[in-house]
């Protein structure tokens, strides 16, 4: 099957936090149940989102068991999966303050051969949510606490701009950073744990942002001066 023949949902729904189900503690700090996921599933589906990523990685293969009993019940036609194997498509970490992809042309290449990019990590895993703040840091004793607590003083201006841009919508910071994403031509890969997390997602894919919105928000991304990539990640 070749990539024309893939058709792709504005925004797919990441599961790398499902891997965290059964201890709750681990990586993203994250207490899951098996009922609150279904109910994540089934909003999302009468929301008309229908694609999901998830990987063996994520807890080592622990999210997409809990993935298949979500959506146990549901025919395999109403919903499409994605994976990190071989690939019809290109999946980058991308987000305000990781354009690396764009700046080594990855992404014009991606446009001009047709080739879909999916971009992970947009909201880098909670840290440009607007919702934590160096008064209320992401959960202690959780992997993206250690990464991002530290920076979170210097995200300030930037989840704060991202947050007004959101108000004058209707939407959250979160919303922004996703639709930040989609506006580069990219399909956001947005986490989603809980079902009141669907509401953001519908949100952020209906989020026009002008070219001036855009380039305010990556020159204080810029201005942030942080380098998220991760220890698996190449320099680009």
Request: hydrophobic share 40%; glycine share 10%.
């Amino acid at each position: 099957m070749t990539n024309k023949a893939l058709t792709v949902p504005a925004v797919a729904l990441g599961t790398w936090a499902w891997g965290d189900s059964e201890a709750g503690d681990g990586y993203f700090g994250s207490p899951l149940s098996e009922s609150g996921l279904r109910e994540v599933v089934e909003k999302a589906r009468s929301n008309g989102l229908t694609l999901w990523d998830t990987a063996v990685a994520y807890g080592m293969g622990r999210s997409g068991t809990v993935l298949a009993q979500a959506l146990t019940g549901h025919h395999r036609s109403e919903y499409q999966l994605s994976t990190k194997f071989t690939v019809e498509a290109v999946q980058n970490h991308y987000s305000l303050l990781h354009r690396s992809s764009e700046r080594g042309g990855i992404l014009d290449h991606c446009r001009e051969h047709d080739v879909q990019f999916f971009s992970c990590m947009v909201l880098e895993q909670g840290a440009l949510t607007g919702r934590y703040t160096p008064a209320n840091p992401l959960p202690e004793g959780s992997n993206r606490a250690a990464v991002y607590n530290g920076i979170l003083p210097q995200l300030q201006s930037l989840t704060d701009r991202m947050g007004a841009i959101g108000k004058d919508r209707g939407a959250s910071a979160a919303d922004v950073a996703a639709a930040s994403a989609s506006a580069k031509g990219t399909t956001p890969i947005i986490g989603v744990t809980k079902a009141v997390h669907i509401d953001g997602v519908v949100r952020a894919r209906g989020i026009a942002l002008a070219d001036e919105e855009i380039a305010e928000l990556e020159a204080l991304a810029d201005a942030a001066d942080i380098d998220t990539r991760d220890w698996w990640e190449h320099e680009m």
